[in-house]
């Protein structure tokens, strides 16, 4: 991933993108951990599926220009918070606060920020948990703490988030195609919701005869 940076900053950008990848295996294997655990203990998985990613050079680049910043490692680390981010899958609304819940209790883990897009979904009808947390990542000769953002969302989130994602950067469509899409996706965001509370409801009414 290559940034418009001096040849000392490329160099700085390579060991710091070690560093952001460590996290991200960090906090996955924690992940797993948990979730095997869980599953030993109940029987049932929480978690669905764990994927993650590294911000893109071209998004990091064009987020540092709309903040007005200069664009160096320093200031990348220290105003973006998302350079590193795993995105997990759960089946049912509780599930992804029973595992917000156990990140957090992670003794070397701290959680930064919390932004509940469940309880207070964005204008556009998008659901989700987001955590920055901090992970420490042991080197030959130090410490560093890490930030990752964490995005923890049902299955119908996640279906309908994809959905969005594809109509958010196709720049060739008519604007009243647009408009009709997007309205559509705000009913499907309601109808998401909706099935998610069910599902939630069935599961709990299930375990309650268990």
């Known amino acids: 991933m290559e940034l418009p940076m001096s040849f000392n900053e490329e160099e700085l950008w390579g060991r710091t993108l070690l560093l952001y990848n460590a996290a991200l295996l960090e906090i ?20 669905e599926h764990i994927t993650s990613r590294i911000k893109s050079a071209q998004s990091i680049a064009k987020k540092m220009r709309h903040n007005g910043r200069e664009l160096t490692v320093e200031n990348i680390v220290k105003y973006i918070n998302d350079i590193a981010g795993i995105r997990i899958i759960c089946s049912f609304t509780n599930d ?48 560093r703490l890490m930030k990752v953002e964490v995005q923890l969302r049902t299955i119908a989130m996640e279906f309908w988030a994809n959905l969005e994602h594809q109509l958010r950067y196709k720049k060739d469509l ?30 709990d009414t299930i375990e309650s005869h268990s």
């Open 96 to 143: 992804i606060y029973r595992i917000a819940d156990l990140i957090a209790k992670q003794s070397d883990i701290t959680v930064l920020k919390v932004k509940d897009y469940i309880v207070n979904p964005k204008p556009n009808g998008y659901r989700s948990l987001h955590l920055i947390v901090e992970v420490p990542i042991f080197l030959q000769d130090e410490k």
């Open 28 to 47: 996955g294997t924690k992940l797993e951990i948990l979730n095997n655990e869980f599953k030993q203990a109940h029987q049932y998985n929480p978690i």
């Open 174 to 203: 008519p604007p009243e195609v647009i408009a009709k899409t997007e309205a559509q996706l705000y009913e499907c965001a309601k109808l998401s919701s909706v099935l998610d509370t069910h599902m939630q409801d069935i599961k």
